[in-house]
């Protein structure tokens, strides 16, 4: 029996869809049956940011429906071989899916798969309550920004209201320069005001704009600090006791050394 | 001929000419004119021929019964002869669908290859295999008359 993991933040824009292809993708590489289910129908994005747009016949829609059967609408992925994709439908809207059947749906996926992730819409209202329905477990993005931060607040409320308790964070685009000067709210800060567990942090990096724009999560590429950060966080969801990462940039010889020969 | 210009439409048409299939192929009754650019959520769904006067964006969907011709960049998923109809075609000045279906054939462009034709093309089955080639006018050089 899989776990079913809701990917969520209240507001738009901080992550949620990169965090579902970064967390799905890397579970997927350590050999765990992976399905991404993505519930922001009408404003799809997963499976852009994975690069397997051009592969939808069927979507979530024709599932619940019953258009088609879960098996016909779920894509593989183009790298891994464990790793699924049930997209969501384009020109439909959040209506056309009820909790009742994204609960149905959640069950059929867990009996096939390790991992069932859900990418939530932004927002309070109906997709965010389809995309709940089903979740055993849920992991909260916010970036360090007040507006993301009281967002996050709110929606650690309604899922605790909707008995998912213990919901886990994830810190996205951090700039650790602008925290030391104190120009951004820092880890600690962040973690007073929600009072949840910290399940990781990643630093801004550039190359989430590059990986995202080729349809490759950046957890595949190693050399990236946002890479690495993901991977630790794939490894916490899979069970493992991984250290926090040290965001403070090293700044020694070697690190200038590996730049010029370019080994980043 | 039905005819649609900008206006308060939702974002989903649909409809059904009149007229029966005249001959063979041609659907001379019913065509929709769509004078408008297809955006990202939008869907036309016609039962005949579909003329699009703007672009296709990837997320936009054309779904016909006959023929599709789009007078503009064509990005996103289309599918003639939705009914079965093997003969159907699409055309598109700029042709680079995110997925291009005809009657019961599907498919995608290539992954790792990036082609950027900047001349008209026309898609259709040829020995049961989805064919694109460089539209030209002229009936012959075709293959057969649209």
């Known amino acids: ?264 | 001929m039905a005819y649609i210009k900008e206006s308060a439409q939702g974002d989903i048409l649909s409809g059904f000419g009149q007229g029966s299939q005249a001959d063979d192929n041609l659907f001379d009754e019913n065509t929709i004119l769509v004078q408008r650019t297809l955006r990202s959520g939008q869907s036309v769904r016609y039962s005949g021929n579909v003329v699009i006067l703007g672009d296709v964006n990837p997320g936009a969907e054309v779904t016909a019964t006959g023929n599709i011709i789009v007078m503009g960049a064509l990005r996103g998923v289309v599918h003639a002869g939705a009914n079965g109809d093997e003969t159907t075609v699409v055309m598109a000045f700029r042709l680079n669908p995110t997925q291009l279906r005809i009657a019961n054939h599907i498919t995608r462009p290539p992954d790792n290859e990036k082609v950027d034709m900047d001349l008209p093309e026309i898609a259709r089955i040829k020995d049961g295999v989805v064919t694109i080639e460089a539209f030209q006018t002229g009936g012959e050089r075709q293959g057969k008359a649209i």
């Open chain 1, 1 to 264: 029996m899989g776990e079913v993991i809701v990917i969520t933040s209240g507001k738009g824009g901080v992550g949620k869809t990169t965090t579902t292809a970064n967390i799905g993708t890397g579970l997927a590489a350590m050999g765990y049956k992976v399905a991404l289910l993505d519930t922001d129908i009408g404003l799809r994005n997963l499976d852009v940011v994975l690069g397997l747009e051009n592969r939808i016949v069927y979507d979530i829609v024709d599932v619940t429906s019953g258009n088609c059967r879960l098996k016909q609408a779920l894509i593989k992925d183009k790298r891994l071989e464990g790793l699924h994709l049930l997209p969501a439908a384009q020109t439909k809207d959040k209506t056309a899916v009820s909790p009742e059947q994204m609960c149905q749906l959640c069950e059929d996926l867990k009996s096939d798969f390790d991992f069932v992730i859900i990418d939530c819409p932004a927002g309070i209202e109906q997709g965010f309550r389809n995309a709940i329905a089903g979740a055993d477990k849920a992991v909260v993005v916010t970036t360090p920004e007040v507006s993301a931060v009281r967002d996050a607040d709110r929606i650690i409320g309604l899922l605790e209201a909707a008995d998912l308790r213990e919901p886990k964070l994830i810190i996205n685009r951090i700039r650790p320069k602008m925290v030391r000067q104190g120009d951004m709210m820092g880890i600690e800060d962040i973690i007073d005001i929600l009072a949840v567990d910290l399940l990781g942090v990643i630093p801004e990096d550039e190359m989430i704009v590059i990986t995202t724009n080729r349809g490759e999560p950046v957890v595949t590429d190693q050399n990236t600090r946002a890479g690495q950060a993901y991977q630790n966080i794939v490894r916490r969801v899979a069970g493992d006791e991984v250290p926090m990462m040290n965001l403070d940039e090293e700044t020694g010889f070697f690190k200038k050394l590996k730049k010029i020969i370019g080994l980043k």
